[in-house]
């Protein structure tokens, strides 16, 4: 008993420093505190300045055979995990922030607006997102005409909307339209860097 109640101080104590601002202490234990933290117990906040999210994202996928001769319909991912979510009084980290967190700190952090990579670290981040997607689509594609195992290329649709603030006119809330980005399709392989077909065909 003594040693679950010891357990659960130093646990708490180590949470409090991690959320805490920087300081003597944790600048100091920098390095047992992470290898406790990472990645089981991360916190995405900060106890005395809190972010909270300032836009909605809708991240899509579809997927193709080689050369697009069978392209899948839109698999809203993000739906997924909403769907997930709702109503689960417990819901896991995963169905929470992989995929958002896959986006926003990882694709969109390390690409510009035109999906060239500015980071030594922007390669991993697409093949993440890939692969985030990949796990959810290929249980789905074969009914829509593209076996698992024959997905060769994929290509994302993102729609990202601002969240008005809570007292903003009804008028305001219904202007705000959603901004549509459009990673274009790539192979999937993180071997290949490769845009389209060799021999010229478009995907529909």
């Not at 104590?13 to 944790?26: C, D, E, I, K, Q």
């Not at 990645?39 to 300032?54: D, V, Y």
């Not at 991912?77 to 417990?90: C, E, R």
Request: aromatic share 10%.
């Amino acid at each position: 008993m003594l040693g679950i109640s010891a357990l659960a101080l130093y646990h708490l104590g180590v949470t409090f420093l991690t959320n805490s601002p920087a300081n003597t202490v944790s600048a100091k234990f920098a390095t047992p505190i992470s290898k406790w933290v990472y990645p089981w117990f991360e916190q995405n906040w900060r106890l005395f300045a809190p972010n909270p999210m300032s836009q909605n994202f809708t991240i899509e996928t579809r997927a193709a055979t080689d050369c697009y001769r069978s392209v899948t319909p839109w698999y809203n991912l993000s739906q997924m995990d909403y769907d997930a979510i709702s109503h689960n009084p417990f819901p896991g980290h995963t169905e929470q922030n992989e995929l958002r967190r896959a986006w926003t700190d990882g694709y969109s952090a390390t690409h510009d607006q035109s999906d060239v990579g500015d980071s030594g670290r922007s390669e991993m981040m697409r093949q993440y997102l890939v692969n985030i997607a990949l796990e959810r689509v290929r249980p789905l594609s074969g009914k829509d005409g593209v076996p698992a195992n024959a997905i060769a290329d994929i290509e994302f649709r993102v729609s990202t909307s601002d969240i008005p603030p809570p007292d903003a006119p009804e008028q305001m809330k219904q202007a705000l339209q959603p901004a549509v980005h459009i990673i274009p399709w790539r192979q999937i392989s993180a071997d290949t860097v490769s845009y389209g077909c060799p021999n010229g065909s478009v995907a529909p």
